[in-house]
């Protein structure tokens, strides 16, 4: 098994430049070097990181979110009802219009009383504010800390100062103890978001975040095994440098502190832009592809890693176009709205849904103003419920 894939998958041409095979970089007492193997270690980490979360959770977020003065929201109890139950649980959340007809009437209940049941029955489901604090706050310790130890590790680099010594004797460059834990810590942390993320706080960008993880998992153990560890540091640096206040932002919102969270907001899209969108592809993807030139030649691991670094570009300008969209409003609104990828519970007003709906039926030529005053007071509703008024 282990000659396959050193033959197959490990196969020195494909991961390091021409010339150079895994014997060149055998680590030796006084010059060790990155291995392959070594990556395999981030798995219990992972474990590791997702036990630490439950404690730090239980132990920490929890109290600090009371203490911060976080309150839940009355969510209405749902009765229970056998046929919507299985219909919700096998088919579909969210059923269309003649799927609620043909319920109502096996039922015995109306369409609207059937609409407001899958309504609750998904507020049900949804993640508590108190949930989501204690994610965002767990995100926000590990990469304030990631970033700090980023820049103990790359403050007295000369590569941190000037890119082209990133290749400076590529590829036999020595491992350093504080860049193999901050590899390793950072890995190990990315496996345990996705190990956790069906668990997690589901957000409409669902999808581009396990893209985003599975590309940053593979980014890390790449650049490791071809000894770009130099580049590869950097590039954490980079992401953690906005993410933790990012995470910082969502606890002032969910505590209800507006005014933090707009403040901070604007101290992010700013960092988010400079870092994502100017530093990252002006100095980062042009060191990896054109500095990196001048030490060898093209190979498999040169386009994979450029790749990748793209598909990471690729995220940064959809996310930045979300916060744009929030930043255009908080210019207009005087105030930051709901995080552009997040799932807010539904409005739960019933009679004033049951007083249109008979309206609407007894004027049938005015259905499209009735609605769009529905839609209205639905849509102030919850701006109420989800913008607490600021401390």
């Known amino acids: 098994m282990a000659s396959v894939l050193d033959k197959w998958l490990w196969h020195h041409e494909y991961w390091l430049p021409p010339g150079i095979t895994w014997n060149d970089l055998e680590s030796s007492e006084h010059a060790p070097y990155p291995r392959p193997r070594d990556l395999v270690i981030a798995i219990p980490y992972a474990v590791v990181f997702i036990v630490l979360r439950f404690l730090y959770e239980r132990w920490i977020a929890v109290p600090l979110s009371k203490h911060m003065g976080v309150k839940e929201k009355i969510r209405r109890k749902v009765l229970p009802k056998p046929v919507l139950e299985k219909v919700y649980t096998t088919k579909s959340t969210c059923p269309k219009e003649h799927d609620l007809l043909a319920l109502a009437k096996q039922c015995g209940i109306s ?63 020595v491992l350093l103890p504080s860049q193999y834990w901050y590899y390793m810590i950072e890995l190990a942390f990315y496996w345990s978001l996705l190990l956790r993320i069906s668990l997690d706080v ?15 998992i593979f980014l890390i153990g790449f650049s490791y095994s071809a000894n770009y560890i130099r580049v590869g540091t950097i590039i954490m640096l980079v992401h953690d440098a906005s993410d933790y206040i990012m995470e910082c932002a969502k606890m002032f919102n969910y505590a209800g502190w507006r005014r933090a969270c707009d403040g901070l907001f604007v101290v992010f899209a700013l960092v988010f832009i400079i870092t994502r969108l100017v530093i990252f592809p002006v100095v980062v993807m042009y060191t990896t592809l054109y500095y990196s030139m001048e030490i060898f030649q093209p190979f498999f691991g040169y386009y994979l890693f450029n790749l990748l670094l793209m598909v990471l570009q690729a995220l940064h300008i959809f996310w930045a176009y979300l916060i744009l969209r929030m930043a255009v409003k908080f210019v207009f609104a005087g105030k930051v709205e709901k995080d552009e990828r997040s799932d807010v519970d539904e409005s739960d007003g019933t009679e004033e849904d049951g007083r249109m709906e008979s309206k609407s039926m007894s004027s049938p030529n005015h259905n499209g103003v009735l609605n769009k005053i529905t839609n209205g007071m639905k849509s102030k509703s919850n701006e109420r419920n989800r913008l607490p008024k600021a401390r």
């Open 202 to 216: 589901k957000r409409k960008d669902f999808k581009e975040q396990i893209i985003h993880h599975v590309a940053t």
């Open 111 to 173: 369409i609207h009383e059937v609409k407001v049941w899958f309504r609750n029955r998904r507020n049900q489901d949804r993640p508590s504010i108190t949930q989501r604090f204690c994610e965002a706050s767990w995100r926000f310790a590990f990469y304030l800390l990631a970033f700090i130890h980023g820049l103990c590790v790359l403050l007295d680099k000369p590569w941190f100062w000037n890119p082209r010594e990133c290749w400076k004797g590529y590829p036999r460059q």
